[in-house]
């Protein structure tokens, strides 16, 4: 019975999506589902990305939090072409349901990018589609290297991983190479970067992947 | 409808949570709730509270995962007197009706504390009670000092907030001071804790919390 209903909200949800990803589409819009715990980083990310592709990529955000519009203040200000904050009071994660009504309040065609940024949470949001070409977990060193295997399925549903904070590496006692292996072990495709929004590096092959799937996305 | 499903849930989830508390009331066995986001220290602090206070304090842990059993073989290791691993197999929280088999498992009798340790989320857990004495939420300065206000309700529901990690704030951005107020500004009543589980700083406080509470319960 249980079982049930969460198919019938999952069957529902993926509808929804599919309606989202064909306006995308249409739109030639590249769209990434930004995901991590809380505190990875993901809103840090996304302010040194819109300041540094100024004038390169234009670039819309939809923020998902469950309280406050902290997040978005801070995109707003790091130079976003449209912002949006959906609250979710109390949800867990960002739906195709929340994200349709967004879609009639943006001009896509002064968009190169839409990043919607998902409730920090590990576990649900990977299960939800919203209509994104790409989803993506950033993952911090600080959460140690076993996630992987604990979490699976967000590494699984990820074709992309950025793992972040690799400064404070020194301090701690995760092994950047067995993160690596261990999100491999659950998804030997994934696409991993190495980064620290801290002082910037690593953030151009960051860049170079997200310049390179919107162009594929507008010629397509 | 979706908002009758949930209260359904969570009803039926509060039934069988409060036969699971008068089972260990009956038993005088003091038990927490352990909560936070993945890779804030939940293992290790347990692993740090067993090996510390072995010969004061009688230890049990029910281990919540998602997949594998890493942490339930890392607190058989540290000493527990009895460890039980529940693997959800992609469930976001510990419920009651997954704890309440586990209980045929132990001997209460031989147990003085019994931690639940949950699934690493710091959003769906708070809403499932298991039978608990205390919700407790650990939290990691690496997580950024905005987190209480963007997670409120575990913050709410927990009455005591261990912030794990300081020996890492000369490399963070977070502040201490703001951790706290923000956490006490949607919590005003929260007990809190400094610690650092890699160096044992502050650990005394919290083993003195728990201590109290156990020798309370027994007296109770």
């Given at each position: 019975m249980k079982v049930t209903v969460v198919k019938d909200i999952l069957d529902a949800n993926r509808r929804v999506s599919s309606v989202n990803k064909a306006r995308f589409d249409e739109a030639k819009l590249f769209v990434v589902n930004l995901m991590s715990?809380?505190?990875?980083?993901?809103?840090?990310?996304?302010?040194?990305t819109i300041a540094d592709l100024k004038g390169e990529l234009s670039i819309g955000v939809i923020e998902g939090d469950i309280q406050t519009s902290l997040d978005a203040d801070r995109i707003e200000a790091a130079g976003a072409t449209f912002t949006h904050q959906i609250n979710t009071?109390?949800?867990?994660?960002?739906?195709?349901?929340?994200?349709?009504?967004?879609?009639?309040?943006?001009?896509m065609s002064v968009l190169d990018l839409l990043v919607v940024e998902n409730v920090g949470?590990?576990?649900?949001?990977?299960?939800?589609?919203?209509?994104?070409?790409?989803?993506?977990?950033?993952?911090?060193?600080?959460?140690?290297?076993?996630?992987?295997?604990?979490?699976?399925?967000?590494?699984?549903?990820?074709?992309?991983?950025?793992?972040?904070?690799?400064?404070?590496?020194?301090?701690?006692?995760?092994?950047?190479?067995?993160?690596?292996?261990?999100?491999?072990?659950?998804?030997?495709?994934?696409?991993?970067?190495?980064?620290?929004?801290r002082n910037g590096d690593g953030l151009d092959a960051f860049y170079g992947w997200l310049k390179e799937k919107v162009a594929a996305k507008k010629a397509g």
């Open positions: 715990s809380p505190g990875a980083g993901k809103t840090a990310l996304l302010e040194k009071h109390g949800a867990c994660h960002i739906d195709g349901n929340m994200i349709a009504p967004v879609l009639d309040l943006m001009d949470n590990l576990v649900c949001p990977a299960e939800f589609d919203v209509g994104e070409d790409e989803k993506m977990v950033l993952f911090s060193v600080t959460e140690g290297d076993d996630k992987p295997k604990k979490y699976p399925l967000m590494f699984q549903e990820s074709n992309l991983m950025v793992v972040n904070k690799i400064d404070l590496l020194p301090y701690l006692d995760s092994e950047l190479e067995t993160i690596h292996k261990n999100a491999r072990d659950v998804h030997p495709g994934l696409t991993i970067f190495d980064v620290s929004c």
